[in-house]
């Protein structure tokens, strides 16, 4: 704060001021620019400075400090707050508010089927909440009772106290602890809700689930949360969606890799297969001559949709080459011809080796 303005100028108060002389010119300051009372547009900037003025000069070690050095080495944090505290005491804390309240958010969670998930659709689910009451539908009343005007507030829904304070009287203005706030009063409160106008109940709801959606996202359903209180709007539902492992299909992205294990003869010879699709229909696949474990071979279009835009992933049919553990006595003969006819495979160097998964990785990653 390289020209921040003099505090004993801000004060009106000559440099050998007394305590006494500070507090009061404070004081006066302070009543003069308090936001609650001026109406000048930087009220709260003076009101501000005077009060860290005060704040320095009425510590006799601050003081003795900022005489030496000035305000460039004071520190930024004044602890205005407890000052306002202790000179204003309740009538600056802020009120608390009454009238429509929105009713607040709910989170739950649901599980759903790989199928679920790349199908969508509409599913019901159970939530629990405070919904507006159904006896007094929201009044707070039982039905038939009489509803008046509170007498301890005259239906303002709060009190003012008059508080003794250094500066004088202040009104110190507060919720009406009889009516709560609602500036009414009932002979009888509702059975139901106890007055609140609100009970908790379980709610079916449906819940649309987006073709694509992944495990891990979040559905707002607007106005699904809980009920708002006099007359405040409901909050929102948000539902976690969790998807399920599948048996044959795992999920990368909007893909789905599924193993197809094969022959090193089906591997070496190529082959016209068939696969199960997460659609439940059949797809053909055909192995190229000179497959390689590992090998992934791509059917478009039959994989998720994407969530929100058309189109869908592909299937990644991953080939998983087994070599028989046992052989027949004539596949035996036929692997011994093979051995021969093969010789020893030509030999590659480490970094042609890769491994399986960064091959896995890069069909994933697109071609
Ligand atoms: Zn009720
Ligand atoms: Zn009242």
Redesign the pocket.
């Known amino acids: 704060m390289p020209s921040a303005p003099d505090y004993y100028q801000l004060l009106g108060v000559p440099r050998n001021a007394s305590e006494e002389q500070i507090r009061s010119a404070y004081r006066k300051l302070a009543r003069q620019y308090h936001p609650d009372v001026s109406q000048a547009a930087d009220a709260p900037e003076r009101f501000k400075q005077v009060t860290e003025a005060y704040e320095v000069l009425s510590d006799p070690e601050k003081r003795q400090r900022y005489d030496m050095f000035g305000n460039g080495q004071g520190p930024g944090d004044f602890g205005i707050g407890d000052l306002f505290e202790q000179f204003f005491g309740a009538e600056l804390r802020r009120r608390e508010p009454r009238g429509p309240m929105r009713g607040a958010d709910l989170r739950m969670e649901i599980e759903i089927d790989l199928l679920d998930a790349v199908r969508g659709g509409d599913r019901t689910v159970r939530v629990p909440r405070l919904q507006t009451?159904?006896?007094?539908?929201?009044?707070?009343?039982?039905p038939g009772s009489q509803v008046s005007t509170c007498g301890t507030c005259g239906g303002r829904g709060e009190v003012r106290q008059v508080q003794q304070s250094v500066f004088g009287r202040f009104v110190n203005v507060s919720t009406c602890p009889r009516c709560g706030g609602a500036g009414r009063t009932v002979d009888r409160?509702?059975?139901?809700?106890?007055?609140?106008?609100?009970?908790r109940r379980e709610q079916d709801l449906a819940l649309t689930v987006p073709p694509g959606i992944d495990d891990g996202q979040q559905l707002r359903v607007a106005g699904e949360g809980e009920a708002g209180l006099r007359g405040g709007p409901s909050g929102d539902l948000y539902v976690l969606i969790r998807v399920r492992e599948h048996a044959l299909f795992r999920r990368e992205g909007d893909d789905l890799i599924h193993l197809l294990r094969i022959s090193p003869a089906q591997a070496a010879l190529g082959d016209e297969l068939a696969v199960p699709t997460i659609d439940g229909e059949e797809a053909p696949v055909r192995v190229p001559s000179g497959a390689q474990h590992g090998q992934m071979v791509r059917l478009r279009g039959k994989g998720v949709p994407h969530l929100g835009s058309n189109g869908r992933g592909d299937q990644l049919v991953y080939l998983d080459v087994a070599v028989p553990r046992a052989l027949s006595k004539e596949q035996r003969a036929l692997y011994r011809r093979l051995r021969e006819l093969e010789g020893a495979p030509e030999q590659v160097d480490a970094a042609d080796a890769r491994g399986v998964f960064d091959r896995l990785r890069d069909a994933i990653g697109g071609e």
Request: glycine share 20%; aromatic share 0%.
């Open positions: 009451c159904s006896k007094c539908d929201g009044s707070g009343a039982e409160v509702c059975a139901r809700c106890r007055g609140e106008g609100r009970e």
